[in-house]
């Protein structure tokens, strides 16, 4: 147990005193960031997904 007792209280000195934590502008701005990016993503994935629907629909009532 003792192990145990160790292992979190250098854990907790670790993260208090060597970790070096981002601003806040920092860190909105990156979630702006990847708002954006997975916005993008999600609209160019919809649209090869919808181009190809509408390709085999085709496809498939024409032939």
């Known amino acids: 147990m003792e192990?145990?007792?160790?292992?979190?209280?250098?854990?907790?000195?670790e993260i208090k005193n060597k970790v070096?934590?981002?601003?806040?502008?920092?860190l909105?701005?990156?979630?702006?960031?990847?708002?954006?990016a997975s916005t993008i993503f999600a609209l160019v994935i919809g649209a090869i997904d919808w181009v190809f629907k509408?390709?085999?629909?085709?496809?498939?009532t024409e032939f």
Do not use: H, R
């Open 54 to 60: 509408t390709g085999l629909q085709w496809f498939y």
């Open 28 to 36: 909105q701005s990156s979630a702006v960031l990847v708002l954006v």
């Open 20 to 26: 070096t934590w981002s601003k806040f502008s920092e």
């Open 3 to 13: 192990k145990v007792t160790t292992y979190i209280s250098e854990s907790w000195d």
